[in-house]
């Protein structure tokens, strides 16, 4: 009744870390509503442009810190392949070692460790069992890329991954507890010879030992190191071992029909659901009306765009990503990536002429463009693959599972400060394409956009600039639009010159303080500020962001995919 009541409280502080989360959500929606509203008409905005000191204090020491001073998405890099991982920010770190202290507490409390050795192993055995496959269910949920957390809470998937890797140590840690908790007792009484065979011929035992097995190996190869380097070996044996764990568990809690198999059995439903989705995505958005057509241009600093000109159309918003699939190029494989730019067109290789409203809708297709930088493994392939084509341009097969994300919209900020670095750009135009129509249709609050993009070459120009043409050419961009490229590793003064006074280059990087500090100085409204780019990038404007809470109200937002 313990271990039952236990649980129950477990998930009910999971479920009320949720709801109190979803208010948070909900009354952050409320209030930049109000605002950009309350801003469609009010050029000066100098109401929302003053911070509050409390919610400043929270945003500079809290929700926005890393651990320590600096350092919080720049991997620490060992190999072009391999490295240890990023670090979680202080509020996270907060939630993990409190909810890491709840679970030690629960798998503790009340049990006589000071009496019989044998009474004391025998509930810490149940204790531990009953916590490890209770958390199993927030560990699956976390793991869903359909997650309808992730729109509920405004959390990022990518801070779900990480929620997901610390929740299953803590699924493992206890497994392991449970599993060695009942080694002891049963060697105290028979010894260990007997207890080990003992265990290996009862089945219930024995599937008991293999879902333990499965956890711990789950954990070390989910590690960063093994998860980088082989990606594509490091998610078929996850998903394998997941699929093993849960089996292994589920032989163990029925054939001994124990109690604990009613926190297991949401489990199956919640991974089959997941995978459900992903897969009806993926048939719906490539599959009938002609399939999908995918075009790779190969372009220069090693990076390819891929254009995707999908089965059905597709609603569009800003911030949107998804996972691809090149099955000529890496059969299982699949990557996030920011969506650049999408456009709806008319498929005019139709056969027969529109006749009613489902023709016309047939006809509409929608292209999804990509930018891909070749870095190792499945990149580096369809990089070469497309470089070796004439003129750099290859038909293939790719399939979109998506879209995911676009929780962060920029609407409600006089001031937007947009950096990029690298092919992170693709993440920021749409933002930019967004806004600046927003701008001539008086539909956002936004007055001033600027636009930082930090390259290595004035050729890596070249990833956008269809799109930044078109940008260019918006009615009222000059007004509200300015963009700043800073390029890193010029081959000659001659490379750099500012088109114009909206549009200026400059070499080598950029002070992000600096740049901050100097609109903060003369920002409009409420400011926000996206970053999306290499981990050293995304610090320093996190550190600039911090720095200036109190001297506006600014609002940082970090757009990083961690796998």
């Known amino acids: 009744m313990e271990n039952e009541a236990l649980s129950n409280y477990l998930l009910v502080i999971c479920g009320s870390l949720a709801v109190v989360l979803i208010v948070w959500r909900v009354t952050h929606v409320i209030v930049t509503y109000v605002r950009m509203v309350a801003c469609l008409t009010n050029d000066t905005q100098r109401y929302f442009a003053y911070p509050s000191t409390k919610v400043s204090w929270f945003k500079r020491n809290i929700l926005y810190s890393p651990i320590f001073s600096k350092r919080r998405n720049r991997e620490f890099q060992l190999s072009s392949v391999a490295n240890m991982g990023t670090l979680p920010t202080r509020l996270q770190l907060l939630f993990l070692l409190g909810y890491l202290a709840t679970n030690v507490a629960f798998c503790v409390i009340n049990i006589p460790f000071a009496g ?8 810490l055995r149940n204790r531990s069992g009953t916590l490890a496959t209770v958390n ?9 890329r359909n997650n309808p957390l992730i729109n509920w809470l405004g959390i990022s998937f990518d801070t779900f991954n990480l929620l997901h890797r610390w929740f299953g140590r803590i699924v493992a840690a206890e497994a ?7 080694y002891a007792v049963s060697a105290q009484a028979k010894g260990w010879d007997v207890a080990v065979r003992g265990s290996l011929a009862v089945p219930y035992l024995m599937w008991g030992f293999i879902a333990t097995c499965a956890f711990v190996a789950l954990t070390i190869q989910a590690a960063s190191i093994s998860r980088h380097a082989f990606y594509e070996t490091f998610k078929i044996m996850h998903i394998g071992l997941a699929a093993l764990a849960v089996a292994g568990l589920y032989y163990h809690l029925n054939l001994k029909d124990l109690p604990q ?16 989705a992903r897969f009806t995505r993926i048939a719906w958005h490539n599959f009938g009306c002609g399939g999908t057509k995918t075009l790779v241009e190969a372009l220069p600093g090693n990076a390819c765009r891929v254009t995707v000109t999908m089965a059905r159309p597709w609603t569009f918003k800003p911030g949107q990503h998804a996972y691809l699939y090149l099955p000529t190029i890496s059969l299982w494989q699949s990557h996030p990536f920011s969506l650049a730019w999408s456009e709806e067109a008319e498929d005019l290789n139709g056969e027969k002429l529109a006749m009613n409203r489902q023709d016309v809708l047939a006809m509409r297709k929608t292209t999804m463009s990509y930018v891909i930088r070749a870095r190792t493994g499945a990149t580096d392939t369809l990089y070469q693959r497309a470089a070796s084509q004439p003129e750099g341009r290859l038909w293939t097969t790719c399939f979109v599972e998506g879209p ?14 947009l950096f990029a670095g690298g092919v992170g750009i693709t993440h920021q135009v749409p933002h930019v394409r967004d806004l600046v129509a927003g701008y001539a249709n008086g539909t956002v609050a936004t007055r001033k956009i600027i636009l930082v993009w930090i390259i290595q070459s004035p050729e890596h120009l070249e990833w956008i600039r269809p799109w930044m043409t078109e940008i260019l050419a918006m009615d009222k961009r000059r007004e509200c639009l300015r963009i700043m490229l800073f390029v890193s590793r010029p081959r000659s003064t001659k490379e750099i010159h500012s088109p114009s006074s909206t549009v200026q280059m400059f070499p080598g990087r950029p002070n992000i303080e600096t740049l901050i500090g100097i609109e903060m ?3 409009i409204g409420a400011m926000g500020v996206s970053v999306c780019g290499p981990g050293g990038l995304s610090d320093e404007v996190r550190q600039a962001v911090r720095r200036k809470q109190y001297n506006g109200h600014v609002d940082f937002v970090d757009e990083a995919f961690s796998w």
């Open 116 to 123: 019989s050795f044998s009474d004391a192993g025998r509930q």
């Open 136 to 144: 199993m269910i927030p560990l699956f949920i976390m793991a869903g």
């Open 176 to 182: 392991l507890c449970h599993t060695l908790a009942f």
């Open 261 to 276: 198999l009613k926190w297991l059995i949401p489990v199956i439903p919640i991974w089959i659901a997941d995978r459900l």
């Open 404 to 417: 995911y994300g676009g929780v962060h919209k920029m609407h409600s900020y006089g001031t937007v400060m």
């Open 521 to 523: 100085e003369q920002h």
